[in-house]
């Protein structure tokens, strides 16, 4: 019953996610990945933090549907994943990105579930459990506002999987980079949760993604780029009604 339920709650999430107008996906949380997007493949990734910018490429990107700027805050890489993307027109890119990001949380779920390696008594409780994980509202608001939810989550999941096999290594290093590809502030609680576990493999690995990630931020967007990166995340600049 409750596996059931919880399939229509999706649906009904994907229904009004359907139904969502164009002016609503243009003043949707999406709308600043989608200019970080434009403003990479446009050859600006150097400036891509640069508020005069991303104002310029915000009324382009919505069309003057909307007044005001939310301004991209996002860590650098997030802008080269959403290179493929804004090639597409605002509406397109955003339905893309949706059906993208519910697929992870879906992958994220399963890999979850799986790896909770639960006993034959426990499995339908387990599915009852990723089932409810997926009908939150938090779906609904992923779906509706084009949030970078899923692919956090499916790189989470990864690295649980990796913990439950006893690969912490490579679990320190997911978390790392899931925590670069959005918004790292996000993941202090999981830095200190590394820090306090006290594995020597896990750290290791946490500070070989870092590393990663760092590179290839800069390899991306180079030093004016990371350094508008920390300015915008400390100031959190928004100009949105």
Excluded: N
Excluded at 23 to 29: F, K, L, R
Excluded at 160 to 180: E, H, K, N, S
Excluded at 191 to 219: C, E, H, P, Q
């Amino acid at each position: 019953m409750l596996l059931t339920t919880a399939g229509v709650l999706v649906v009904v999430f994907l229904v009004r996610w359907i139904a969502e107008s164009p002016t609503e996906i243009g003043q949707s949380d999406f709308v600043p990945l989608q200019v970080a997007g434009v403003i990479a493949r446009g050859g600006q990734a150097g400036q891509l933090y640069d508020p005069v910018l991303q104002a310029h490429a915000y009324a382009a990107v919505t069309q003057g549907r909307h007044p005001g700027t939310l301004f991209y805050i996002h860590a650098p890489l997030a802008a080269v994943l959403m290179e493929p993307f804004s090639l597409a027109g605002l509406d397109a890119a955003f339905r893309l990105w949706g059906l993208a990001q519910l697929a992870c949380l879906i992958a994220a779920t399963v890999i979850a579930a799986w790896s909770a390696q639960a006993r034959p008594q426990h499995r339908t409780l387990t599915a009852i459990a990723a089932g409810v994980g997926l009908a939150v509202p938090s779906t609904m608001l992923m779906l509706l506002e084009g949030q970078d939810v899923g692919l956090p989550a499916l790189l989470l999941a990864c690295a649980y999987a990796a913990m439950r096999r006893r690969r912490p290594a490579v679990a320190g290093a997911l978390l790392a980079v899931a925590a670069l590809l959005g918004k790292p502030h996000l993941f202090l609680g999981i830095a200190v949760w590394v820090l306090f576990w006290g594995d020597r493999r896990l750290i290791a690995g946490a500070i070989a993604g870092t590393a990663a990630a760092m590179l290839a931020s800069l390899a991306a967007v180079g030093t004016a780029g990371v350094a508008g990166f920390v300015s915008a995340l400390v100031s959190g600049r928004s100009d949105f009604p």
